[in-house]
Nanobody
């Protein structure tokens, strides 16, 4: 069974960069779509926002408008991992970030079955 373990995150000043990693075990990540979600302070799980997604079939990428041009999602099938490169970070990017894996991009939040443990990103001066 596929399991996801996240790393990266931390405290960064506005304008800074961070790279989040999502390493898979128990199955091959190639055929899965990978989504990155974030949950801002005070929000419930149901309010998690999808910020980026990469398809498992053709590698096409999708971004929320709030991060477009600043965040880059990628995957390395040889490493069985996915990444979220975050540049130009803003205080409003502060959240717990989660990676998730499932059939394809564009699914409802409730339909994503496999989740990483989450990692805190704090953007503050």
């Amino acid at each position: 069974q596929l399991q996801l373990v996240q790393s990266g995150g931390g405290l960064v000043q506005p304008g800074g960069s961070l790279r989040l990693s999502c390493a898979a075990s128990g199955d091959i990540l190639d055929d899965y779509a990978i989504g990155w979600f974030r949950q801002a302070p005070g929000e419930e799980r149901e309010e998690r926002e999808e910020v980026a997604c990469i398809s498992g079939r053709d590698g096409s990428t999708h971004y929320d408008d709030s991060v477009k041009g600043r965040f880059t999602i990628s995957r390395d099938n040889a490493q069985n991992a996915a990444y979220l490169q975050m540049n130009g970070l803003k205080p409003e990017d502060t959240a717990v970030y989660y990676c998730a894996a499932d059939a394809f991009c564009g699914m409802l939040l409730s339909e994503w079955d496999i989740w990483g443990q989450g990692t805190q990103v704090t953007v503050s001066s």
